[in-house]
């Protein structure tokens, strides 16, 4: 089914550990985008990709980093996870225009710190 | 800074009750989109309507309708003879950006809707 692929699913970290969420697009959007989600907080912009080749921070990037590895995939990374990126993350694409009429989300990765 | 706030954290319903969730945005945009997205306990984010900043007409989709007001900043989603289904927490967003830097969304904190049977 064409749409946004997160994996993985559910991760527990221990607090130092590094890891990777993966994130792929297959509708040929131009636009990639990582939010967390936390409780009464609602969805906050990580890193965005307004293209490909391009990364630029969000709200709330300090821990984490992105990359762009090609027009379907964007992936992000925790160096040295802490107990605060405890969170919901989700992936999400658009077509990148200041008009995008949809922004396609993953199904999202539920994080734990421990 | 744009910013939408959803000043509603939890209302509680009978079915067959009507309901009205309330979002208020600020931007300086002159053009902009405004969106709602429902989360049901399964996690996943569904689209339900989007609306741009020269469109003040009212939208009815179903048992769904959706009031913007451009003057007041609002825009206000109505849920007319609730459902248990309905249950879920219901985003709204703004969309920001410009036609070099593409465009991103700004979330409310989200309503957290329960209908009771």
Not at chain 1, 51 to 75: C, I
Not at chain 1, 100 to 107: H, K, Q
Not at chain 2, 86 to 103: H, I, M, P, Q, R
Request: charged letters at 20%; hydrophobic letters at 30%.
């Amino acid at each position: 089914n064409a749409g946004v692929t997160q994996t993985p699913k559910f991760q527990v970290l221990k607090t130092g550990q590094s890891m990777t969420l993966q994130c792929a697009q297959d509708m040929n959007h131009n636009s990639m985008y990582w939010y967390r989600q936390d409780p009464g907080m609602g969805l906050r912009l990580i890193y965005y990709s307004a293209s490909e080749g391009t990364t630029d921070k969000g709200e709330v990037p300090n821990g984490y980093n992105v990359s762009r590895l090609n027009k379907r995939e964007f992936s992000l990374r925790l160096e040295s996870a802490a107990p605060s990126q405890t969170s919901v993350y989700f992936c999400a694409s658009s077509e990148g225009l200041w008009d995008a009429y949809g922004y396609t989300f993953g199904s999202g990765t539920r994080l734990t710190v421990v | 800074a744009q910013k939408v706030t959803q000043a509603q954290t939890e209302i509680s319903v009978v079915e067959k009750e009507d309901v009205t969730l309330d979002c208020v945005y600020e931007t300086r945009d002159t053009t902009y989109y405004l969106f709602w997205y429902k989360q049901p306990p399964s996690g996943e984010l569904v689209f339900l309507i989007r609306r741009n900043s020269f469109d003040e007409q009212n939208e009815i989709s179903g048992r769904y309708s959706w009031n913007f007001q451009k003057s007041t900043s609002s825009f206000n989603f109505t849920i007319t003879a609730s459902q248990v289904v309905d249950s879920a927490v219901y985003f709204c967003a703004l969309s920001e950006g410009s036609e070099t830097s593409g465009s991103r969304l700004t979330f409310g904190e989200g309503t957290q809707l329960t209908v009771n049977p």
